[in-house]
DNA sequence: TGCCAGGCGGGGT
DNA sequence: ACCCCGCATGGC
């Protein structure tokens, strides 16, 4: 059992930002971790320590005994995005034809980060598949692990399963519905237990290209994959995760061939490439690609209600299994 | 019921 | 620098 080890208040910090804590808690979250009103945020998965963080900012930390509470307070503000300033990013957006209303209406929005070994897990279920099955993956894999931490005072909260744990238990991979990506995850796991893998701190002090390629060492980690895991752990957004959703949606937007869109998005993104990508998919609901051309042509480019996609994952009933 | 989905690696040219 | 295929699974 955790038991309480910090509080603090974040609305300060969060309004002196201009961060909405409501979009930036609620977007690609599962029900089980927030509920319109709370979120659980995982900030060690081997201590393990949770945050409890209120829309309106009030935060408890929980941790074992004898935890490190400064610098877990410091890993809540950075996996928030508080410590982050997007203002040129969203000046960018402000006059992009993608993303210029996402710009006007979700500017409090920052991307929640988890670690690498989890954002890793989290790409590799992404990769050829919709976003419904994607999520639908990682929800069932959560669920089947089935690992929970007592928080004194405040129930149960799901946590991913650790690289040991998985290793242990190979075969939920597949029962989770993972397919051949379980192979991926697979090595990717030993990677993490062996040391081939870099700690995160080890990973952010290489150049972005550099970094890159480490991840791309492990079978089934390409480029989408190992670019999208640099955006959720690491907070690197210099590379996009082009995959043929943002290739198709970016090529009508921009007017460009297909096979040119890495170079223009780049071109237009610059150092905030990833975060634009992923932006995109919560503009548009990460609706299957037909869909989301049909909003670009006719101009909604706003997340909208009842559609499920990202900004309402916590909400879904397929991805709540608990 | 096939076909496709927010990739990837391995094989070709 | 391209092109093409198969891959395991789930949803429609």
Do not use: H
């Amino acid at each position: 059992m955790l038991k309480p080890t910090a509080s603090l208040d974040l609305s300060g910090e969060a309004a002196a930002k201009g961060v909405d804590l409501f979009k930036t808690l609620s977007v690609y979250n599962f029900g089980f971790w927030f509920d319109g009103r709370e979120a659980k945020v995982v900030l060690d998965l081997e201590l393990p320590a949770v945050a409890l963080v209120s829309v309106d900012g009030a935060a408890r930390i929980y941790a074992p005994p004898g935890s490190d509470a400064p610098k877990l307070e410091e890993r809540l503000l950075y996996s928030l995005g508080l410590r982050e300033s997007l203002e040129s990013f969203y000046a960018a957006a402000a006059a992009d034809p993608l993303l210029s209303a996402f710009a006007r209406e979700w500017r409090g929005w920052r991307l929640r980060s988890c670690d690498l070994w989890w954002a890793l897990v989290t790409a590799i279920c992404q990769q050829n598949a919709s976003f419904r099955q994607g999520w639908g993956m990682l929800a069932k894999l959560i669920s089947l692990y089935g690992k929970e931490v007592k928080l004194e005072g405040r129930g149960w909260v799901p946590l991913p399963p650790t690289p040991r744990e998985v290793l242990k238990e190979p075969g939920k991979l597949k029962r989770a519905g993972l397919g051949y990506r379980s192979e991926t995850v697979l090595r990717v796991a030993e990677a993490a237990e062996s040391g081939a893998l870099p700690s995160r701190d080890a990973l952010a002090a290489e150049p972005v290209e550099r970094a890159e390629a480490i991840l791309r060492g492990v079978k089934g980690v390409g480029s989408y994959t190992a670019r999208l895991a640099l955006a959720l752990a690491l907070r690197r957004y210099e590379l996009p995760p082009i995959d043929r959703w943002v290739r198709a949606l970016a090529a009508r937007a921009y007017g460009v061939e297909e096979r040119a869109v890495e170079a223009e998005w780049r071109r237009r993104w610059g150092r905030w490439s990833a975060l634009a990508a992923v932006a995109l998919t919560v503009a548009l609901d990460a609706a299957p690609l037909s869909k989301a051309l049909a909003r670009l042509e006719s101009g909604r480019l706003l997340p909208e209600p009842g559609t499920g996609g990202p900004a309402e994952l916590w909400r879904q009933p397929w991805a709540q299994p608990f």
